[in-house]
Nanobody, 121 residues
Framework: QVQLVESGGGLVQPGGSLRLSCAASGSIVRINAMKWHRQAPGKQRELVAAITSGGSKNYADSVKGRFTISRDNAKNTMYLQMNSLKPEDTAVYYC???????????????WGQGTQVTVSS
């Protein structure tokens, strides 16, 4: 059974930094694209950043220049370094990945349980 677990969320003041982690576990054969999404209260879930298995990265315009996505394929782990945080970054952050396991013929899409990030003074 494949599982994604996020960590690193918390309360931070505006202008501060946090580093989120997303660890994948289970009978993993290969992890394809990995993504960070977020959902603020009363708003739709939105894509924040994405990274391919080869390391190509994309960011939402709202976080470009402030957030950095990365991954360690040997550890099946993805990261999101968040700098210059703003109150509008407050949301639950979810990791999402396309993972091929030894259970299924094709890669399936998995979600973590989310981690709360609150930016407030």
């Amino acid at each position: 059974q494949v599982q994604l677990v996020e960590s690193g969320g918390g309360l931070v003041q505006p202008g501060g930094s946090l580093r989120l982690s997303c660890a994948a576990s289970g009978s993993i054969v290969r992890i394809n694209a990995m993504k960070w999404h977020r959902q603020a209260p009363g708003k739709q879930r939105e894509l924040v950043a994405a990274i391919t298995s080869g390391g190509s990265k994309n960011y939402a315009d709202s976080v470009k220049g402030r957030f950095t996505i990365s991954r360690d394929n040997a550890k099946n782990t993805m990261y999101l370094q968040m700098n210059s945080l703003k109150p509008e970054d407050t949301a639950v952050y979810y990791c999402n990945a396309d993972i091929l396991s030894d259970t299924y013929v094709y890669a399936r899409n998995y979600w973590g349980q989310g981690t709360q990030v609150t930016v407030s003074s």
